[in-house]
């Protein structure tokens, strides 16, 4: 007699509003990250953007205890991608392929590149100087960034998380808004769904090339962007692939 599991799926950040109640989601709550006293509504992470991606971070932007990291220099010794307007354009893959090597995403052996890491230079002339806008909310660079994205779905556990890649790269895929205060406002539902993919693609892929413990590459992924992960989603992924 076949089973099912039911998934259960809550919010994993402050929300400024409270949610509508809501019955079992398809997501279910393999994703966690404690809530703070104070209930707040969009997933909020405070990014200030260079061209070199570094970045300062506060999840929770109280005036009180808020507390902005200071920008983290890149890691020494990383692959690094230089992107102008030209490659944009084009959707031109050219500038990854060459300062990495992936030209076969198929053939790509994440070890040499978990322990180097990546990065990106984006050198962007924007077309009017007084846009205020930021890299992220360009629609050009966006999608460049959505096809490199299509090409290595796997990337993300891949980059220099401790200068900021990671976020830089989740705002460029992610639905959001810009703050003045908080900095990039993610959308919720939007974020947690980016995390799941991202971890069921990055835990397939690390255990494929027998990486040793996926899971905690993969929960250490989501974590950077303020998530944690069950460690049952794992058993349930073994258990399917075992059918």
Known sequence: MATSTTIRFRPLLPLS?????????????????PISHH??????????????????????DEDDESKVSPP?????????????????SRLDLTPFQAATGMKNPLSVRPQEFLERSIGFTINYTRPDPRDPRELSEYPDIRLWFVRLDAAYPWLPVLLDW????????????????????MGVVFNPEALELFVMNKVFIVYSWLKHHNIPKPELKANNMARMLGFGIGSELYDLVEIIHLI
């Open 17 to 33: 509003s409270p949610l509508p109640k809501q019955t079992t989601s398809p997501l279910t709550s393999f994703l966690s990250l």
């Open 72 to 88: 983290m220099p890149p890691t020494e010794g990383r692959f690094e991608v230089v992107i102008d307007n030209d490659a944009i």
């Open 39 to 60: 209930q707040r509504g969009n997933v909020a992470v405070s990014v200030a953007f260079n061209p070199q991606g570094n970045f300062d971070v506060s999840l929770f």
């Open 162 to 181: 401790r200068a900021g890649e990671l976020a830089r790269y989740a705002a460029m895929l992610v639905p959001h808004q810009m703050n003045m205060k």
